[in-house]
């Protein structure tokens, strides 16, 4: 048994050629599975190849602290290229799979590619949820990518510097409301972190602007749910509350948008809200790909059983968003929810299942597993 720092390789007898491995999406899942394979499999084992739009590992958690100016673009966005130096980046979108023939074709930038594979992981993560409602899709602002989370700062900056501008006449007053104005759709975690972060980082610069007063930007929380972060529990929900009513947060439950305008917006209960800012937080939905699998699905996460592996499909496994991952430690009826951190123990737990490793590796690994993890 050989150890290497805190992760064993195995011994096994070594292929004819290496293993194709590829991985597609570089989130949490896809990315944490490829740097614990290319700690357990040497390149005379196995070669890797990761599908994403980004060469880089995206703190999506974070984005609302690059919203606010909290944080630099930089500071959550982790280079693959550098990290993950034994595989090959192709940049791009999946289109197709082929299970039979082993095939994928992805869509670059400047060319598509086709890929052959004798290991598969699908890991393409999740997308912002649409839905259709009038004026959201043109425009509402998501918060699910780095270049979302810059605009929307620099969207902000910008409503304040024309309203710092306006006369004081009718019309003036009235733009002035308008561009003073932000409205968040969502109080799960992205929702409810902007809308706390933001108003805690204007506040802080408002001397910027001659004529703004703090207390006069009005921050509008709403959701359908009838509780602020209802997946962090009662109390914390509550706790939230207090702290966003602290800030001057007004929080609107069990209601959502109706309808938007570039100056509007018209909520469920008939109010119209004046509003040249509207942040779309409400929930993600699994990648477009997965429909396109013409596999089983569930509520548009693809299903697998609970080692990952895609029910009749050979050598394919799925892990994070856009996979339904029977939930063992709470209720393995129900699939774990589309999170970083469920992602990422994910990609590690996938890693560790192929290829099998001796069994004196599997027993030395299991009896040290508190610190070898």
């Known amino acids: 048994m050989r150890k290497f720092g805190r992760s064993f390789r195995t011994t096994a007898p070594l292929p004819a050629t290496p293993a194709r491995v590829v991985v597609v999406g570089g989130g949490f899942g896809g990315f944490y599975a490829l740097r614990k394979m290319q700690k357990l499999l040497g390149p005379e084992r196995a070669s890797f190849?990761?599908?994403?739009?980004?060469?880089?590992?995206?703190?999506?958690?974070?984005?609302p602290e690059v919203a606010t100016g909290v944080l630099d673009p930089r500071d959550i966005a982790v280079s693959t290229r550098q990290t993950l130096?034994?595989?090959?980046?192709?940049?791009?979108h999946v289109t197709s799979v082929d299970f039979e023939q082993h095939r994928l074709k992805v869509s670059g930038p400047e060319s598509d590619t086709e890929l052959s594979w004798d290991k598969l992981i699908l890991a393409p993560g999740s997308v912002t949820r649409q839905f259709d409602i009038p004026g959201v899709a043109e425009h509402a602002h998501g918060l699910k990518t780095l270049s979302e989370a810059v605009f929307i700062r620099n969207h902000v900056l910008a409503q304040l510097d024309a309203a710092d501008e306006l006369p004081d006449t009718e019309a003036g007053r009235a733009e002035r409301k308008e561009r003073l104005t932000v409205v968040a759709v969502g109080a799960g975690y992205t929702g409810t972190e902007f809308v706390a972060?933001?108003?805690?980082?204007?506040?802080?610069?408002?001397t910027r602007w001659a004529s703004i007063d703090p207390s006069e930007i009005r921050w509008l929380l709403i959701d359908l749910a009838p509780a602020v972060l209802p997946e962090l529990g009662e109390k914390l929900g509550k706790e939230a509350m207090d702290v966003l009513a602290?800030?001057?947060?007004?929080?609107?439950?069990?209601?959502t948008v109706a309808s938007a305008t570039a100056t509007s917006v018209t909520l469920t209960d008939?109010?119209?809200v004046p509003a040249r800012t509207l942040v779309w937080g409400a929930g993600v939905a699994p990648s477009p790909l997965i429909a396109q699998l013409e596999l089983p699905t569930e509520k548009g996460r693809l299903v697998v059983d609970p080692d990952m592996t895609v029910p009749g499909v050979a050598d394919v496994w799925a892990i994070g968003d856009a996979a339904a991952v029977p939930d063992l430690a709470a209720d393995p009826s129900k699939p774990t929810p589309?999170?970083?951190q469920h992602a990422q123990r994910q990609g590690i737990a996938v890693a560790r299942k192929w290829p099998p490793l001796s069994a004196s590796e599997t027993d030395a690994r299991t009896s040290t597993r508190i610190w070898v993890w």
């Open 49 to 63: 190849t990761l599908v994403a739009p980004n060469d880089y590992l995206l703190y999506s958690p974070l984005l």
């Open 85 to 92: 130096r034994r595989t090959k980046l192709a940049l791009g």
């Open 197 to 206: 972060q933001m108003q805690n980082w204007i506040r802080g610069i408002a």
């Open 246 to 255: 602290e800030r001057g947060v007004e929080v609107r439950l069990g209601v």
């Open 270 to 272: 008939d109010d119209v």
């Open 338 to 340: 589309p999170t970083a």
